[in-house]
């Protein structure tokens, strides 16, 4: 080839490099200028409610990718995607109603419920992400607005999951489904307020207050960020003037109505800055000017999103607002009485201790286990703790001397939130025993067991069906009867906060045959052994029987001295033993009055007085000893 040729192919492939690194640079401008967008927005769903979200002024062509991954909860995820040809209110009505009509009409409920899903929405999906995370990718058909709805999955068929959720939103960014992509400032979806995205909620409270409890704290169910909060509160009765103040969950006042008290109800609008969970709405009694506390009842209506609350007018409806304390079901089993010391006054208990009790908060996704329970046994039981953290009724016994030992305990949550707790124990309970009818005493054994939060967080009900003492309980003293269980509220010494308490308790009489055969028994040989002396006519030997009858009597007073408990007050059994003594006592001085007036030779008014009270001693100790049993029943 020549020179010249050689050069002019050169400049041809030079020009045609060039030409391709400048269409490169131009088509990387252009996608530059297009570039992909993401959004993440985290909410809570609570069961049953669906959440919508506007997707404004796609484009035909659009590639929209999301995904929603539950964070807490057991929220089983699901979403979809309609137009806006008609209201979404409409959508969902006819929605709900051809749901009711095809479930009626078809055999297999799923097949009927995915197939008005493909006639609902353009775009639908439950499972596709990880476990039971879902996740579409949908090719925007036409330009236009579109509507995203987040929901439960299947809630329509009684499977009602709730928890907090994040969910991710990409705009021709294929890495949104696995919530890889970075988020971008400006947003793709905008929360649609609502039936089905911020619905109005209103609950209504009421209770008393009064000098000696001036102050009511609601707990407030969890509220997203920019949700606002509407408060009424009003006196129905008496002279209260009431105040409303909004606490976070460190107890910090965020907004007050009617501080001054200068009005006879108060009002309270707050919006939520950052998610509100833990916070308290206290209602107080305001002052008059002299300082006196004002006292009656009172109706406070709370509100979510829901500004005609500030009339005192609005209707209950919509989500609970306020957090209505978890009721805790509980239940003692009493499998053995190992000892009563009557001396101490405790009883030494085997027992089996059972907490059920529904915590949403504690609720999960079974695909994040594998699992369709949570178990923690004696070993794993640390783990438990940890993983529900401070959120759990914990106990301990009122009444319990020394240590309580667990031999075994176990705990199991379920997906929903519900919770069994079940430990064997024993321990010592302490006991208050009345002795003043002893040995014909009936005494109650209570078994107190109070919880360490207070009462707007948890409440103890009796468990149905699981308090009783087993009939093979060992106790041999005492004749078991019925066993209660009761709950009330308590205010601990160490704090001003009412805590509850379930009382267990059984009322027990003695078993009488071990009293009868061997102190009542020997008390009326005693007497009958005095009263035998009566027809001897020998006053010397009637003074020696009875002077031995005394002594006798002191040694089995003595015998019995161990089995008495020890007390600053006098029983039944005691008055017994001290009328006993005294007539004996008494008879012995008779004898030797008797003695002195036969020496003194008034023999005929000694066989006057002894004919007497040959029959009206016996008599006159019955009557003695009916005087102490009217005195002590």
């Known amino acids: 080839m020549k020179p010249r040729s050689l050069a002019t192919a050169l400049l041809l492939l030079v020009g045609s490099l060039a030409a391709g690194l400048m269409l490169l640079l131009a088509s990387s401008a252009a996608a530059q200028d297009q570039p992909a967008s993401t959004q993440r927005i985290t ?292 499998l053995r009485i190992s000892a009563v010391n009557s001396q101490d006054e405790n009883f030494s208990v085997l027992g089996n201790l059972r907490m059920d009790w529904t915590d949403p908060t504690l609720a999960f996704s079974p695909d994040s286990c594998d699992c369709s329970v949570k178990l923690y046994t004696d070993k794993e039981f640390d783990r438990f703790l940890a993983d529900v953290g401070s959120r759990w009724p914990a106990f301990t016994f009122f009444n319990q001397l020394g240590n309580r030992w667990v031999p075994s305990r176990a705990a199991a949550i379920w997906p929903d939130g519900r919770v069994r707790y079940a430990e064997s124990f024993n321990t010592i309970f302490q006991a208050d025993f009345d002795f003043r009818q002893y040995p014909f005493d009936s005494q109650t054994f209570p078994i107190y067991l109070d919880l360490l939060y207070p009462t707007t967080s948890y409440t103890l009900v009796e468990l149905p069906g699981y308090s009783a003492i087993d009939p093979a309980h060992g106790e041999d003293e005492f004749i078991i009867t019925d066993f209660t269980a009761t709950s009330s509220v308590e205010a601990p010494s160490a704090s001003d906060t009412p805590v509850s308490r379930m009382t267990f308790s059984f009322s027990a009489p003695r078993h009488l045959n071990y009293y009868v055969l061997q102190v009542f028994l020997p008390i009326i040989l005693i007497i009958l052994i005095s009263w035998f002396t009566f027809f001897l006519r020998d006053y010397t030997r009637r003074i020696e029987a009875a002077a031995a009858n005394i002594l006798l009597f002191i040694a089995f007073s003595w015998s019995l001295a161990d089995n008495y408990p020890r007390l600053g007050y006098l029983t039944f059994l005691d008055a017994v033993m001290s009328v006993t003594f005294a007539v004996n006592v008494l008879v012995l001085l008779y004898n030797v009055v008797m003695k002195r007036l036969e020496n003194q030779g008034k023999n005929e008014r000694v066989q006057r007085i002894d004919s007497i009270l040959d029959w009206a001693y016996p008599l006159l100790y019955i009557g003695l000893v009916g005087m102490v049993a009217l005195l002590f029943f």
Not at 211 to 232: C, E, H, M
Not at 237 to 247: A, Q, T, Y
Not at 276 to 297: I, K
Request: overall charge negative; proline content about 4%.
């Open 43 to 334: 909410a809570r769903l609570q069961a049953g409610e669906t959440h919508a979200y506007l997707l404004q002024d796609l484009q035909a062509g659009d590639t929209l990718t999301i995904s929603m991954q539950t964070t807490s909860g057991n929220l089983d995820p699901a979403i979809g995607i309609v137009d806006t040809s008609r209201p979404l209110d409409e959508t969902m009505a006819a929605f709900q109603a051809d749901l009711q009509r095809l479930l009626a009409e078809n055999a297999s409920a799923s097949e009927a419920v995915q197939a008005l899903r493909s006639q609902t929405f353009l775009a639908f999906d439950d499972d596709s992400g990880a476990g039971y995370a879902a996740a579409l990718a949908f090719d925007v058909p036409a330009a236009g607005d579109y509507v995203l709805l987040a929901a439960s999955s299947l809630s329509v068929l009684g499977r009602a999951t709730f928890g907090d959720y994040v969910l991710s939103v990409g705009l021709d960014s294929p890495a949104s489904q696995d919530g890889a992509a970075e988020p971008a400032d400006a947003p793709i979806a905008q929360r649609l307020p609502g039936v089905w995205g911020l619905a109005a909620a209103v609950e209504e409270a009421s209770g008393v207050l009064t000098a000696a409890a001036p102050t009511a704290s609601l707990k407030l169910a969890d509220i997203d960020a920019g949700q606002s909060l509407t408060v009424y509160a009003e006196a129905t009765s008496g002279n209260l003037i009431p105040v409303v103040i909004l606490r976070d969950f460190g107890g910090k006042a965020l907004e007050a109505g009617n501080l001054g008290g200068l009005e006879s109800r108060a009002t309270l609008a707050y919006t939520m800055t950052e998610g509100a969970v833990g916070y308290t709405l206290a209602v107080q009694a305001g002052s008059l000017p002299d300082g006196t506390v004002t006292e009656g009842d009172y109706r406070v209506l709370v509100g979510v999103n829901a500004p005609n609350v500030l009339t005192g007018q609005a209707q209950p409806q919509g989500n609970k607002v306020l957090e209505a304390p978890i009721e805790v079901k509980t239940g003692l089993r009493i």
